[in-house]
Structure formats: C-alpha cells, structure tokens
C-alpha cells in the first residue's frame, strides 16, 4: 500500500537558516505529492503540490520538487522565519482511484528562534 | 467564514458513552472525507462520501463507528460504546471533485475526544 516516511524532528533551527525536511514515499502508480502545514492552533493547510514527475511546487519561499528517481518530495526555504514555526506533514495522493484520499507521513515539528 | 467547520471542538466522554459529531463542509463542495490523527502521527483516512453516497471505509472504521451524509451536505460521525484508544483528533475535510485529477481537500479544525 501507500506509504510516506519523513525525517525523524523536532527541527529547531535560527531565523534565516537553510531548511531541508526530508520526504520518501512508496505508492503505486504516479501519486500526485503533497506539503501540509499546521501552524499552532489551527487547521490542516495545503502549503504546495506537485502532481507529476521533475514537477516543482512551491509557496511563501517553500519549494519541493517531486523526484520520481528517488520517490522522494524534500521541502526547503531558503531563509525561515520565526512565522514559519509549525508542524509539516508531506503527504500523497494515489492516481489508481478515484477518491483521492490522502496518506500521510508522521510529520515535523519545526522551531524558529529568533 | 466559508470554510469546513466541525462541532463541538473538544468532546470529553467516559468509556462505553456514544458520541457523534458534525462536519459542515465548504458550500457545493461534493466530496468529504473523514481522518483521524493520534497525537504524533499524521492524518489517517477513515472514510469519505461523494454527495450522500459513502464510497470507500478504511479497515481502521471498526463496527463502532458510523457516518453518514444525508442529504449531501454536512456530515455526522458516530462512535458508539467508545474505548481510550478512540481519543484522538477527528478532521473532516471536504473538496470540489470534478470527475478528473485532483482537487484541493480543505480542512476542518478537527473535533478532540478524550475518552476517559
């Protein structure tokens, strides 16, 4: 069945460090690939997709690139902000039906000092 | 505010109680899905319907739990004779399916059952 593994966290990095998280998948089929966000207190938020192969998404300074050689989908910034203090979850979408559910990885706490 | 709404936001029940709660998706979005969260894990998927028909159960959606979507619009979740294992943070998210790729699911703030 589907799966998405991501780096083990907490993740606390300083304001304007480099960040990576990590992100591997298995599915069948060409799954469309997902970064969710939660930031504290609210709901669940779509932060950037990707829905083909060597596809590049990207949102408010996120990019991933959905790497179809390595079934992977890693997140990164450029430079973090205190903001961008959340929990993110990579996440996958199967081609093979129709009802588009989502299958999720464990996800990661990041922290941004100041 | 337009967006998926879920109630109550919190729900404390003792074990073997029945609980239900609501999910109101985004106005004329077809699709809804249910997902449960346990604290330091993702999003599970549970179930989901498109319009009133539920289309797909996940094995975790034991015998103990019911959805339903009567009319096509909001949608309810019930746990009956609930167990400690059934707290968690229950996510209803809803989409606009048109028949092809896919759409963006938009999420609820989530229901949190603690069963004591």
């Known amino acids: 069945g589907n799966s998405v593994t991501q780096m083990e966290g907490p993740v606390t990095l300083s304001e304007e460090a480099f960040l990576t998280i990590n992100c591997t998948y298995t599915?069948?089929?060409?799954?469309?690939l997902f970064w969710y966000v939660q930031y504290p207190g609210e709901g669940l938020q779509l932060l950037l997709k990707?829905?083909?192969?060597?596809d590049k998404g990207s949102n408010k300074g996120f990019e991933a690139t959905y790497r179809k050689e390595t079934t992977s989908f890693h997140l990164e910034k450029g430079s973090v902000q205190v903001s961008d203090s959340a929990v993110y979850f990579c996440?996958?979408?199967?081609?093979?039906?129709?009802?588009?559910?989502?299958?999720f990885g464990k996800g990661i706490t990041l922290s941004v000092r100041p | 505010d337009t967006g998926v709404s879920q109630d109550p936001r919190h729900k404390i029940t003792k074990r073997g109680q029945n609980v239900t709660f609501r999910c109101d998706p985004i106005s004329e979005h077809n699709r809804l899905y249910w997902y449960r969260q346990t604290l330091g894990q993702g999003p599970e998927f549970l179930t989901y319907?498109?319009?009133?028909?539920?289309?797909?159960k996940s094995r975790l959606l034991s015998d103990r739990f019911s959805a339903e979507r009567p009319k096509g619009s909001f949608s309810t979740l019930e746990i009956q004779r609930t167990e400690q294992g059934d707290s968690a943070m229950y996510l209803c998210?809803?989409?606009?399916?048109?028949?092809?790729?896919?759409?963006?699911?938009?999420f609820g703030p989530g229901t949190r059952l603690t069963v004591l």
């Open positions: 996440a996958l979408s199967s081609r093979t039906g129709a009802n588009s559910k989502l299958t």
């Open positions: 599915a069948t089929g060409y799954p469309s």
């Open positions: 998210a809803s989409s606009s399916w048109r028949g092809r790729g896919y759409n963006e699911q938009f």
């Open positions: 319907f498109q319009n009133e028909a539920q289309l797909e």
């Open positions: 990707a829905t083909k192969a060597d």
